[in-house]
């Protein structure tokens, strides 16, 4: 199986902005490396700061899908990041703040049918759907690489008995039964898995792995909500305003939403979203124009179900 090329290890500088001051990068008066610096992430996992700053600030730009994330101003803060330049990306920001109200509006619709059930957040960098998400009865699991974790625990710490925290590299099979997670059987619950800003920087075959993974071992009624990118996205970061400064790199996308269920016998292809929809008759339009040569959308959101196995 090709191998993802090593990640480089960077030491994660603040988006240049042109608003930038030095209060805002987090330094002061001090040299004083702030969290963020300390904090050493790779570029993958620093891509966690530009969803980070679409919830914390976005609703600016787009009153009408403020997210009102109660806690994503004060991780910045604490950060001590600078993210005016995340802010400049406004497609980037629209992209954010409509996927978190599409898995607000799927998390809600599954923990109304199962409300002591166990939502996952698969690839969780620092977001807090818990805060929306809480029935008062349900399970909560937030996981991640080893060094987001080492943050989280530092940022978020625990403070429900009904959440845990977890890491996890999706790249690994066995995802499953690592994460303690139930398995498919008559008494067992279904589960809600959250994939968000995470597929699309791994390799083809690890993600048919991981959605492979959701498949055999999740019990029917389970849903997955995965945003997605265009295949043509594959291998463009660079020229992505907010993914490129950070020398992360599109990995996979799709050819057709379709593909996503056909990756398991077991998957179903509930409802698939595109971003396109955010922009009125304009944005719909040309996605009718370009689906012949992007295929899917330029971004979109698909909910993956679990069926029965069939006899
Ligand atoms: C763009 S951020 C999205 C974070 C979060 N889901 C959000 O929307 O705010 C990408 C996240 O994917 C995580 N990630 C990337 N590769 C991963 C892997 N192999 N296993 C687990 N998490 C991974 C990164 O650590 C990072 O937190």
Same mark, same amino acid.
């Given at each position: 199986?090709?191998?993802?090329?090593?990640?480089?290890?960077?030491?994660?500088?603040?988006?240049? *902005?042109?608003?930038?001051?030095?209060?805002?990068?987090?330094?002061?008066?001090?040299?004083?490396?702030?969290?963020?610096?300390?904090?050493?992430?790779?570029?993958?996992?620093?891509?966690?700061?530009?969803?980070?700053?679409?919830?914390?600030?976005?609703?600016?730009?787009?009153?009408?899908?403020?997210?009102?994330?109660?806690?994503?101003?004060?991780?910045?803060?604490?950060?001590?990041?600078?993210?005016?330049?995340?802010?400049?990306?406004?497609?980037?920001?629209?992209?954010?703040?409509?996927?978190?109200?599409?898995?607000?509006?799927?998390?809600?619709? !599954? !923990?109304?049918?199962?409300?002591?059930?166990?939502?996952?957040?698969? $690839?969780?960098?620092?977001?807090?759907?818990?805060?929306?998400?809480?029935? $008062?009865?349900?399970?909560?699991?937030?996981?991640?690489?080893?060094?987001?974790?080492?943050?989280?625990?530092?940022?978020?710490?625990?403070?429900?008995?009904?959440?845990?925290?977890?890491?996890?590299?999706?790249?690994?099979?066995?995802?499953?039964?690592?994460?303690?997670?139930?398995?498919?059987?008559?008494?067992?619950?279904?589960?809600?898995?959250?994939?968000?800003?995470?597929?699309?920087?791994?390799?083809?075959?690890?993600?048919?792995?991981?959605?492979?993974? !959701?498949?055999?071992?999740?019990?029917?009624?389970?849903?997955?909500?995965?945003?997605?990118?265009?295949?043509?996205?594959?291998?463009?970061?660079?020229?992505?305003?907010?993914?490129?400064?950070?020398?992360?790199? !599109?990995?996979?996308?799709?050819?057709? #939403?379709?593909?996503?269920?056909? #990756?398991?016998?077991?998957?179903?292809?509930?409802?698939?979203?595109?971003?396109?929809?955010? &922009?009125?008759?304009? $944005?719909?339009?040309?996605?009718?124009?370009?689906?012949?040569?992007?295929?899917?959308?330029? &971004? $979109?959101?698909?909910?993956?179900?679990?069926?029965?196995? *069939?006899?």
């Amino acid at each position: 199986m090709p191998q993802p090329p090593p990640p480089s290890r960077r030491r994660l500088a603040n988006p240049q *902005s042109a608003h930038a001051t030095p209060a805002q990068s987090g330094h002061g008066d001090t040299d004083q490396p702030c969290l963020l610096e300390r904090a050493q992430l790779h570029a993958v996992p620093s891509t966690l700061l530009i969803p980070l700053a679409a919830r914390a600030h976005g609703g600016r730009y787009f009153a009408w899908l403020a997210c009102q994330d109660a806690v994503a101003t004060q991780l910045l803060d604490e950060l001590g990041a600078d993210v005016n330049a995340y802010l400049d990306d406004l497609p980037t920001v629209l992209n954010v703040l409509w996927r978190t109200r599409a898995i607000k509006q799927v998390g809600q619709a !599954f !923990f109304a049918e199962h409300p002591q059930a166990l939502g996952v957040n698969l $690839g969780c960098g620092l977001t807090h759907h818990f805060q929306w998400l809480d029935t $008062g009865a349900n399970q909560w699991l937030d996981a991640d690489l080893p060094e987001v974790m080492a943050l989280r625990e530092q940022l978020l710490p625990l403070r429900c008995p009904r959440a845990r925290h977890v890491q996890v590299d999706l790249t690994q099979t066995g995802w499953w039964k690592r994460l303690a997670l139930p398995r498919k059987g008559p008494d067992a619950q279904p589960v809600l898995l959250i994939c968000e800003g995470v597929l699309m920087y791994l390799q083809p075959e690890q993600v048919h792995a991981v959605l492979a993974e !959701f498949a055999q071992n999740a019990t029917p009624g389970s849903r997955m909500v995965l945003d997605v990118l265009t295949r043509q996205a594959v291998g463009r970061a660079a020229i992505h305003a907010s993914v490129g400064p950070t020398g992360a790199e !599109f990995c996979w996308g799709v050819g057709r #939403m379709a593909e996503l269920e056909q #990756m398991h016998p077991r998957l179903k292809l509930l409802r698939e979203q595109s971003v396109s929809e955010c &922009y009125g008759w304009t $944005g719909i339009a040309l996605d009718i124009l370009w689906r012949p040569w992007l295929g899917a959308p330029l &971004y $979109g959101m698909a909910t993956l179900g679990v069926e029965a196995a *069939s006899p």
